[in-house]
């Protein structure tokens, strides 16, 4: 079965750096798009970026662009995040979610797995 | 960037009430649209996409309809595990991907 497993989450300073990782298994992870997305505490959801399977085409969203990086290791079946500058607003689960799900193209962002998501907080 | 508004913001209802949860599109997103449910400490789940169709193994209590602006997700009668937090969330115009803000659904 499909699995998405994050990993690399815990307790920063503003201005510093961490980098998450998701695990996927029970799919071919180099044919499909990923997505990152997250969620502030007792907050809604929010995109945070897109890899293409090929890596060709990447997205981001405009609170996060020049200071995050999302990348992947086909080979490996890892998608990454790495998050630089971090800002107390950048307080969230990051859940990493497979693109493509009931859709033509497998780079469309309906996201029929998700990860159990990674914890980033601020230390005071 | 097209902004869904979802309401109503929370809704308390009974088992065995209908539920009818509402997303609105500030532009036409066509039936690119898809729901989600969340329950405390979970990942969200698929529910509905292209505005109408089930995804694999949701119950057919669970329907959805509309086009272009507006959208209805209904739960013909609600079980005690459909309360939740309910997202919808457009693909018809990206980036950025968008969601609403969630409504909440409540035992009364």
């Known amino acids: 079965q499909v699995q998405l497993v994050e990993s690399g989450g815990g307790v920063v300073q503003p201005g510093g750096s961490l980098r998450l990782s998701c695990a996927a298994s029970?799919?071919?992870?180099?044919?499909?798009?990923m997505h990152w997305v997250r969620q502030a505490p007792g907050k809604g959801l929010e995109w945070v970026a897109f890899?293409?399977?090929?890596?060709?085409?990447?997205y981001y969203a405009a609170s996060v662009k020049g200071r995050f990086t999302i990348s992947r290791d086909n080979s490996n079946n890892t998608l990454y995040l790495q998050m630089n500058s971090l800002r107390a607003e950048d307080t969230a689960v990051y859940y990493c979610?497979?693109?493509?799900?009931?859709?033509?193209?497998?780079?469309?962002?309906?996201?029929?797995?998700w990860g159990q998501g990674a914890l980033v907080t601020f230390s005071s | 960037e097209i902004v869904l508004t979802q309401s109503p913001a929370t809704l308390s209802l009974s088992p065995g009430e209908r539920a009818t949860l509402s997303c609105r599109a500030s532009?036409?997103?066509?039936?690119?649209l898809a729901w989600y449910q969340q329950k405390p400490g979970q990942a969200p789940r698929l529910l509905i996409y292209?505005?109408?169709n089930r995804a694999t193994g949701i119950p057919a209590r669970f329907s959805g309809s509309g086009s272009g602006t507006d959208f209805t997700l209904t739960i013909s009668s609600l079980e005690p595990e459909d309360f939740a937090v309910y997202y919808c969330?457009?693909?018809?115009?990206?980036?950025?991907?968008?969601f609403g803000q969630g409504t909440r659904l409540e035992i009364k």
């Open positions: 029970g799919f071919t992870f180099s044919n499909y798009g």
């Open positions: 890899i293409r399977y090929d890596e060709s085409t990447k």
């Open positions: 969330q457009q693909r018809s115009s990206w980036p950025p991907v968008t």
């Open positions: 292209d505005a109408s």
């Open positions: 532009q036409s997103v066509s039936s690119s």
């Open positions: 979610a497979k693109g493509g799900g009931y859709c033509s193209s497998t780079s469309c962002p309906f996201f029929d797995y």
